[in-house]
């Protein structure tokens, strides 16, 4: 398996995290403890740290060298996750499928879309149901790509695209999204 593919790196954060948390409770990780075994990159650190926090599986404590963070722990929901072996094997697998392997690049353009929603034209409850609509889409794709259901992404990409069909310009890591996505739905 790919070392860098986004769900085995969030695996070992999540792990380590567990582990640290279970000598200490109060202990916070750096990202120079995360980083120190070089089996994650800090490329690879930021934005899966940032997206298991998203998800609630983990706490930051966020200094002023955005968009690294100057602590980590594991959240109550992250060592639940953990524990509870079949689950935390089936959103983080251990060893990636073939399938899964092919899939690196989409949570790195997943992640460049929730930004670029975040700044994009739209304002007020138009923006928000654009970011409902991302996030609801990546909570799809984060499933393992053999229970993707291609019909539900095919349509929260729609929505997307509604969003910009007055004439706003565009989310550019959208079409991008959709390729990858069309390249790896089963029919």
């Known amino acids: 398996m790919e070392e860098s593919h986004p769900k085995y790196v969030r695996r070992v954060l999540l792990e380590r995290l ?21 089996v994650i990159s800090r490329a690879n650190l930021v934005p899966n740290i ?22 980590v722990r594991i959240t109550v929901h992250g060592i639940d996750l953990v524990e509870n072996v ?13 399938d899964e392997n092919g899939l690196v690049d989409i949570p790195v353009v997943m992640e460049r879309l929730v930004e670029e929603a975040d700044l994009c034209a739209l304002d007020g409850e138009a923006r928000r149901a654009l970011v409902r609509d991302i996030h609801y889409l990546r909570e799809e794709v984060a499933r393992p790509a053999a229970r993707w259901r291609s019909e539900v992404i095919g349509q929260v990409l729609d929505w ?3 969003h910009f069909s007055d004439g ?20």
């Open 18 to 38: 567990y582990e640290r948390y279970m000598l200490d409770p109060l202990d916070m990780m750096t990202p120079a403890d995360l980083l120190e075994d070089a």
């Open 86 to 98: 079949s689950e935390f094997g089936l959103q983080f697998p251990g060893v990636l499928g073939d």
């Open 50 to 71: 940032h997206y298991l926090h998203d998800r609630g599986l983990v706490e930051l404590m966020l200094g002023f060298s955005a968009p690294m963070f100057d602590g």
């Open 160 to 162: 997307i695209e509604g």
């Open 168 to 187: 706003a310009p565009p989310l550019p890591s959208l079409n991008r999204l959709r390729t990858l996505l069309e390249r790896h739905a089963r029919p």
